[in-house]
């Protein structure tokens, strides 16, 4: 059985996206139909040289921003995952 090694200390996978969505309809209580462009940014880490119990300890952060022309559904979050 052959084990490759990484001779990389991290890895730093990332992610960009950008995603367009529109209502067929107005909702009666807004003027206008719900039109929003959500924005995800995503990056993260594995540290393949700290081991814990056998496991590499990884970290992620996210942020995401949704603004639509409905406030309702307006928000920004910001999330951070430390696994092993």
């Known amino acids: ?11 730093p ?15 009666f209580l807004f003027p206008e139909r719900r039109k929003e462009w959500l924005f995800t940014a995503r990056s993260g880490a594995t540290f393949r040289q700290l081991r814990v119990n056998g ?11 949704n603004a639509p022309t409905v ?5 920004k979050r910001f999330a951070t995952v430390r696994a092993v």
Do not use: H
């Open 1 to 11: 059985m052959r084990r490759s090694r990484s001779c990389a200390k991290a890895r």
């Open 13 to 27: 996978p990332s992610r960009l996206r950008r995603r367009r969505t529109e209502s067929d309809a107005r909702l």
């Open 71 to 75: 406030g309702i559904y307006d928000y």
């Open 55 to 65: 496991f590499a300890p990884t970290v992620r952060l996210t942020y995401e921003r």
